[in-house]
C-alpha cells in the first residue's frame, strides 16, 4: 500500500494473511477515516439496540489530562446484548470502557445506566452500585495469591466477607476448571486459566454489565473459543450486557449482537455484528480479507 517497510514492521493485530497483504495502521487510520463523511443518527443505534438502550452513551467528549480523545461519542446497547467495539489502533477503543467505569476525564456528555446517571460516579461506585464491572484490567490478578484469595479479593467492596466468599462458591460450582486449581498460586494457570480468573473475578460483585477490553489477546486459539463460550453463557445464560473491544475483529464482530467502529475518537460505522462481518471494507480493512 506504499507504506514504508518500517511501519509495515511496526503493525500489529490486523488480518490473517502474509505480510503482503498486510495494511500499514496509517493507510489503516485513513482509509477507515473515509468510511463515514457523516455522523450516525442516534435512531439508528437506538434500533440496533432494539429501542431499549440499557447502557447509553451521548456526545461524549472524554480523554485523559486536558486531551480529548473522544469527540462527541455516543453508543447505545439493550439489556442482555453485546456489542463489540473494532478499529484500527489508538481509535479510542479503550477509553470508551474507561469513560464508562469512570477512568478518564470528561468534558462532556452522558453515560446513563438503566436510566441513572452515572456519568461522574467513580468506578468503585460503577461496580457498587451502578453493577458495571471492568474485565481485563492490567494486573487484576494477584499472582502471588490462590485462585480462591482472588476470588474474595474480587468481593472487596462487599459488607461482609462472607458475601463474596459465597458468592466464590458460586463460581467454583460454575467453572470446576478453577475449583481444581483454587489453592493454587494464580501465578501457575495457563494464559485460558488466568483468563478465566479474571472475568471471574469480577462476577463475584455480580455485575450487570461486563466491560471487556480484548479478550482474545495472547491467548493460543483454543483459549479463545474458550473465552468466548464463557462470555456467551454470561450474555445468553446470565442475562449479563457486554460490552467489549477486540483486536480479533472477526471474533469479535461474530460473537456481538451489534459492532462499532471506532475511528479517531469518533463513530464511523454501527450496525448488526454479522452484517459488519460481511461489510467489504471492513473486511479489507480489519478482516486481513
Ligand atoms: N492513560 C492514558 N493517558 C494518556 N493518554 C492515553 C492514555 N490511554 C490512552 N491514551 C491515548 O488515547 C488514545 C486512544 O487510546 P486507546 O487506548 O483508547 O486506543 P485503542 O483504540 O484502545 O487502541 P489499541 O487498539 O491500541 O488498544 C491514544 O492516542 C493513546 O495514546
Ligand atoms: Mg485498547
Known amino acids: 500500500m506504499g507504506a514504508p517497510e518500517e511501519a509495515k514492521r511496526k503493525v500489529r493485530g490486523y488480518g490473517v494473511g502474509g505480510v ?23 435512531h439508528r443505534l437506538a434500533a440496533l439496540a432494539g429501542n431499549a438502550a440499557f447502557v447509553t452513551i451521548q456526545g461524549l467528549r472524554a480523554g485523559y489530562g486536558k486531551m480529548e480523545i473522544l469527540h462527541d461519542f455516543s453508543l447505545q446497547v ?13 481509535a479510542g477503543k479503550s477509553t470508551v470502557l474507561h469513560s464508562i467505569f469512570g477512568f478518564t476525564n470528561i468534558f ?39 485462585v480462591e484469595e482472588n476470588l474474595w479479593m474480587g468481593g472487596y467492596l462487599m459488607d461482609k466477607p462472607a458475601q463474596a466468599k459465597e458468592k466464590a462458591e458460586e463460581i467454583f460450582a460454575k467453572y470446576p476448571r478453577l475449583a481444581q486449581r483454587r489453592r493454587h498460586p494464580a501465578k501457575v494457570l495457563s494464559g485460558g486459566e488466568r483468563r478465566l480468573l479474571e472475568i471471574s473475578r469480577a462476577l463475584v460483585m455480580d455485575p450487570e454489565v461486563l466491560l471487556v477490553d480484548e479478550p482474545s489477546i495472547g491467548l493460543e486459539p483454543r483459549f479463545i473459543d474458550m473465552v468466548f463460550e464463557i462470555l456467551d453463557d454470561l450474555q445468553k445464560g446470565e442475562g449479563k450486557t457486554i460490552i467489549m473491544v477486540e483486536q480479533n475483529a472477526k471474533k469479535g464482530l ?16 454501527a450496525d448488526h455484528g454479522d452484517a459488519l462481518l460481511q461489510d467489504p471494507e471492513v473486511g479489507r480493512l480489519f478482516l486481513g480479507g
Open 20 to 42: 503482503e497483504s498486510v495494511i500499514s495502521v496509517e493507510d489503516v487510520n485513513r482509509q477507515a477515516a473515509a468510511l463515514s463523511t457523516q455522523g450516525i443518527p442516534e
Open 78 to 90: 439493550g439489556k442482555g446484548q453485546s456489542l463489540c467495539l473494532i478499529g484500527p489502533n489508538g
Open 108 to 146: 462532556g456528555g452522558s453515560v446513563t445506566i438503566d436510566g441513572k446517571n452515572v456519568t461522574r460516579l467513580s468506578p468503585k461506585d460503577k461496580l457498587r452500585t451502578a453493577g458495571v464491572a471492568y474485565i481485563l484490567q492490567d494486573k487484576s490478578v494477584f499472582p502471588g495469591m490462590t
Open 254 to 269: 461474530e460473537f456481538a449482537d451489534i459492532g462499532y467502529v471506532l475511528v479517531a475518537g469518533g463513530l464511523a460505522m
